[in-house]
Nanobody, 124 residues
Framework: QVQLVESGGGLVQAGGSLRLSCAAS????????MGWFRQAPGKEREFVAT????????YYADSVKGRFTISRDDAENTVYLRMNSLKPEDTAVYYC?????????????????WGRGTQVTVSS
């Protein structure tokens, strides 16, 4: 079992930055692939970014590529999402997820564990 707790969300103006954190516990963090998803009101949950177990591979949604960076710190059992040049359309609840496996994953059904989410609101 893995517990995930997100933090770092908030209200920011367009063009600003935030760094989300996701602290994991309950299982060897270094064996997990990690991902970030988001869900805006009235919309389906969508993939944002993912990183494999070793941190050697990452993948991003086209909508955030070049603005967001996913990273992990295995010593701290934490995965991060650095978000720069934020836009109002980035407003959503952001969820952290963990998957068992040696690759990275972009589909929600690949993930076994989910956090409760953190709200990000970008004002225009």
């Amino acid at each position: 079992q893995v517990q995930l707790v997100e933090s770092g969300g908030g209200l920011v103006q367009a063009g600003g930055s935030l760094r989300l954190s996701c602290a994991a516990s309950g299982r060897t963090f270094s064996s997990l692939a990690m991902g970030w998803f988001r869900q805006a009101p009235g919309k389906e949950r969508e993939f944002v970014a993912t990183i494999n177990w070793s941190g050697s591979s990452t993948y991003y949604a086209d909508s955030v590529k070049g603005r967001f960076t996913i990273s992990r710190d295995d010593a701290e059992n934490t995965v991060y999402l650095r978000m720069n040049s934020l836009k109002p359309e980035d407003t959503a609840v952001y969820y952290c997820a963990a998957a068992s496996g040696s690759y990275y994953y972009i589909r929600p059904y690949n993930y076994d564990y989910w956090g409760r989410g953190t709200q990000v609101t970008v004002s225009s």
